[in-house]
C-alpha cells in the first residue's frame, strides 16, 4: 500500500508540474505577443479617415475587426482591409467578441453619449478599452467606466493624442523641472468652422456642443500647462449660428483659477479656426501654434529654443503606446481618471455658463 500510495502521489505531482507548465507555457505566449488586435466601434469620419489608416502605420497593434451598423460599411472594410467575417460585428450581437481571441482591444468612437456603454459592455467582454475623448457627459458615466474596467481587469485608455505628442511632452517636462520657473498662466483656444447642420456635435442628446468635442483640447492643455487641478470657472456660451446650435453652444469661453494663483483663459469654437496654446512662467514662456493639430505641431520658447519636433503620425504613436502597455502590463499614459478629470470642469463650466456667475469646482 505503501508503495501505491507512493506511485500515485508520484504520479499527480508529475500531472501537477505538467499542467504548471502549460499554464506557464501560455501564460509566456501571451506576454509575449507582439502585436494586439484591435476592433473599431463606429465607422464615421475618425476611424474611416485617421485611425483605420494609423493602425496600418503600427507596430504593435493592427486593425482585426470592426463594430457597425452599417452592412455597407462593413462589406467596404471587410473588402478594404480583409477582416475575416467573424471579427465583423454590430452592435445587438458586440457583446460576442468576448468568444473572439483575435481582438484584444476595443477602441470606443461613437459620439460621446454612447462612450459609456459600449466601453463597460468591452470591458465586461474581458476586453481592453481605448475610448476616444471627451471621455464621457457626466462624472456618473466615466466613473461606471473606470469601475467596469477595474473590476474586469482590463485597462482602460482616454484618446488624448497630444499626451503621447513629443513637443507637448516637452512642455510638460517645462513645468515639471520649472525650466522657466512656477506657472503663471496660460492661454489655450481650439476650434474650426463646421458647416454641418445635422450632425451630433448639434444634438444635446448625443453629447453635443462644443465642450463635447474641440473644449477638451483647451481645456485639457490648460491641466497639463498648471500641472494642478482648477479650483473654479467664469464661463459663456454662445453661438453666432442659433438655427444650427439650437440645443447646444457653437462656442464657450472659460477662465480658470488654480490653486496657488495660476490662471488660464480659454476658448473652443465650431464658429473659427484656433490653435494656439501659451503658458507665462516667472521665468520666461513657451508657446505651440498649432498646438492640437494632427501635424505640423510648432512653437518656440522665450530664450529662443524650437519646438518642432516631428513624428510620421500621432494616432499611431498614440495606439502603439497604449498597446505597449498592455503588452507589457505597465500603465496607460492617459487613464480613465484623466478623462474624468476634464469631466468633472465640463460639468462646472456648463453649471457656470447657465448661472452667468463663478463655480467652485468640487
Known amino acids: 500500500m505503501d508503495r501505491r500510495k507512493f506511485i500515485n502521489r508520484a504520479m499527480a505531482g508529475m500531472a501537477g508540474i505538467s499542467l504548471a507548465q502549460n499554464a506557464f507555457s501560455n501564460n509566456s505566449i501571451l506576454q509575449k ?176 456642443g462644443v465642450m463635447g468635442d474641440m473644449g477638451v483640447y483647451p481645456l485639457n492643455a490648460a491641466r497639463y500647462s498648471v500641472g494642478l487641478e482648477p479650483m473654479a470657472v467664469t464661463a459663456k456660451a454662445s453661438t453666432t449660428r442659433p438655427e444650427i446650435y439650437k440645443e447646444v453652444e457653437e462656442t464657450m469661453v472659460f477662465n480658470l483659477e488654480f490653486p496657488g494663483g495660476a490662471t488660464a483663459a480659454c476658448e473652443a469654437s465650431f464658429g473659427k479656426g484656433m490653435s494656439d496654446l501659451k503658458v507665462t512662467c516667472e521665468k520666461g514662456w513657451y508657446t505651440l501654434s498649432p498646438f492640437q493639430a494632427y501635424n505640423g505641431i510648432n512653437g518656440i520658447t522665450s530664450d529662443g529654443i524650437r519646438l518642432n519636433a516631428t513624428i510620421p503620425n500621432q494616432q499611431a504613436k498614440q495606439m502603439d503606446d497604449d498597446a505597449l502597455a498592455i503588452i507589457d502590463n505597465t500603465p496607460v499614459l492617459v487613464p480613465g481618471e484623466e478623462g474624468l478629470k476634464d469631466t468633472i470642469v465640463v460639468e462646472a463650466i456648463y453649471r457656470s455658463a447657465a448661472a452667468n456667475a463663478r463655480v467652485i469646482i468640487g
Not at 474586469?152 to 505628442?165: A, F, T, W
Request: charged fraction near 25%.
Open 33 to 208: 505577443k507582439a502585436r494586439l488586435g484591435v476592433a473599431l466601434v463606429g465607422l464615421g469620419y475618425y476611424s474611416t479617415d485617421i485611425l483605420a489608416p494609423a493602425l496600418q502605420l503600427t507596430q504593435r497593434c493592427y486593425l482585426a475587426g470592426i463594430v457597425t451598423g452599417t452592412p455597407a460599411k462593413a462589406e467596404k472594410w471587410k473588402e478594404q482591409y480583409k477582416i475575416p467575417d467573424k471579427n465583423i460585428y454590430n452592435y445587438s450581437n458586440v457583446d460576442s467578441i468576448a468568444n473572439n481571441p483575435d481582438i484584444d482591444v476595443v477602441y470606443v468612437v461613437l459620439p460621446p453619449s454612447m462612450h459609456a456603454e459600449y466601453s463597460i459592455r468591452a470591458a465586461r467582454a474581458g476586453k481592453h478599452v481605448w475610448c476616444e475623448k471627451p471621455m464621457a457627459p457626466s462624472v456618473a458615466d466615466c466613473k461606471n467606466m473606470i469601475d467596469a474596467c477595474a473590476k474586469n481587469k482590463v485597462k482602460l485608455s482616454i484618446g488624448y493624442r497630444m499626451h503621447h505628442e513629443p513637443n507637448t511632452q516637452r512642455i510638460i517636462k517645462f513645468r515639471k523641472d520649472l525650466t522657466y520657473g512656477k506657472v503663471i498662466s496660460a492661454t489655450a483656444a481650439a476650434g474650426y468652422f463646421d458647416p454641418r447642420t445635422d450632425h451630433w456635435k448639434q444634438k444635446k442628446s448625443m453629447g453635443g
